[in-house]
């Protein structure tokens, strides 16, 4: 029992069924590619891979595979099962849909706003803005984001690009957490003092 526990793959987990499952597939299938390339498992025969992807896939996953129907030129290899578990997921394209996801998103109390960028750019790659996608996530960010303080900067400067304004909002974000932080401990010493 302790020699297979040595032999199974680590660090990547059975793709998640809940949520999102287009999303959860998607990263899935990136965290998968890596592991081929850092296993060396990308040089071995398309048979393998295609049982390495079944097998890390998970229970639900090998289910939905059964369902596929495969060509005799498409058995054993990567790229159509790849395209098929794809096919599977994705689910169809409502432009409409996803771009009211993205517009009315909004940062959430308690949230990040690291989290609320990064998800943020995520909508954004299922609206096709195309070249207005940097600008249309940089406006969002400032009608969405809570603090007062991260808006005003980031409408001072009509002229600020998208990296700039994730820069601004981490650095705002960061400053009034270490200004919090040295609040706190000069309040806790000033009561230890009396």
Known sequence: MEFMRDKMPKGIVAMRQDGNLYENWLFFKQRFLNYLKATDIINKSESVQCAQLLHLIGEEGFRIFNTFKFTKAEEDKLQPLLEKFEKHFKPR????NERYKFFTRKQLPGEDVSQFITDLQNK???CQFGTLEDSLIKMNITCGVRDEKIRQRLLED?????DEAIKICHAVETSQKQSQMMTSRTMRSSWTKQ
Not at 93 to 96: D, G, K, L, R
Not at 158 to 162: A, M, V
């Open 93 to 96: 394209s409502n432009v409409s």
């Open 124 to 126: 954004a790659k299922q």
């Open 158 to 162: 009509d002229e600020i690009e998208l």
